[in-house]
């Protein structure tokens, strides 16, 4: 059994899903951004397709570099204030 609570919540994250998914579908003017209707050159239209940009030429990369990770260095035990610390590594 679920709680009222959870099926208030539930109700409604489906009708804003609905919604959501209603708003979404609904039918818009197909107008490409290329056409402009009479909007900005006197009703003339400008047929510019949309540039498409290639991919980079496949280039030479030299692998990384190796960088050895920090040695790490054995601490003795001492004191710290008035803190005693025992040996650890750094």
């Known amino acids: ?42 009703g003339v239209g ?5 540039v498409v940009v290639a991919p980079p030429a496949p280039a030479y990369y030299p692998a990384p570099a190796y960088y050895a990770p920090p040695t790490r260095v054995w601490i003795p035990a001492h004191w710290q204030g008035s803190y005693w610390v025992p040996g650890h590594w750094s």
Do not use: E, Q
């Open 1 to 42: 059994m679920t709680s009222p609570a959870a099926r208030k919540v539930a109700a409604i994250c489906t009708v804003l899903g609905l919604a959501t998914l209603g708003t979404a579908t609904a039918p818009k003017p197909a107008n490409a951004w290329w056409y402009h209707y009479g909007c900005c050159w006197g």
């Open 46 to 50: 400008v047929y510019v397709p949309p």
